[in-house]
């Protein structure tokens, strides 16, 4: 079983650039593709943006396509995702997860999630 662990997160200014770090322990985590959710005040949890485990194909939210990166290095067990142009409304605490597959551009058949790390971004 994979588990993960999320870092990161801190107050930025908007317009500023952060990077969130996606750490797992246990076996097998090439195996797995990695997405990145967040959940903003209010709202329901959403998706961000995912990385397949083996050629490294992405996908994007629309709201982050152009601002956001996702990657992953297997090596060392950890999936990133780089923030830039950051806006107020990317506040949110944000999640990754293990999953099976990817449907439809989504992870699918998640397996694990990280405890989560909080962005703010100040206007």
């Known amino acids: 079983q994979v588990r993960l662990v999320e870092s990161g997160g801190q107050l930025v200014q908007a317009g500023g650039s952060l990077r969130l770090s996606c750490a797992a322990s246990?076996?097998?985590?090439?195996?797995?593709?990695v997405g990145w959710f967040r959940q903003r005040p209010g709202l329901e949890r959403e998706f961000v943006a995912t990385?397949?485990?083996?050629?490294?194909?992405?996908y994007y939210a629309d709201s982050v396509k152009g601002r956001f990166t996702i990657s992953r290095d297997n090596a060392e067990n950890t999936v990133y995702l780089q923030m830039n142009s950051l806006k107020s409304e990317d506040t949110a605490v944000y999640y990754c997860?293990?999953?099976?597959?990817?449907?439809?551009?989504?992870?699918?058949?998640?397996?694990?999630w990280g405890q989560g790390t909080l962005v703010i971004v100040s206007p």
């Open positions: 246990g076996p097998t985590f090439s195996d797995y593709a």
């Open positions: 997860a293990a999953g099976r597959t990817i449907v439809s551009g989504r992870p699918n058949a998640l397996e694990a």
């Open positions: 990385i397949s485990w083996n050629i490294g194909t992405t």
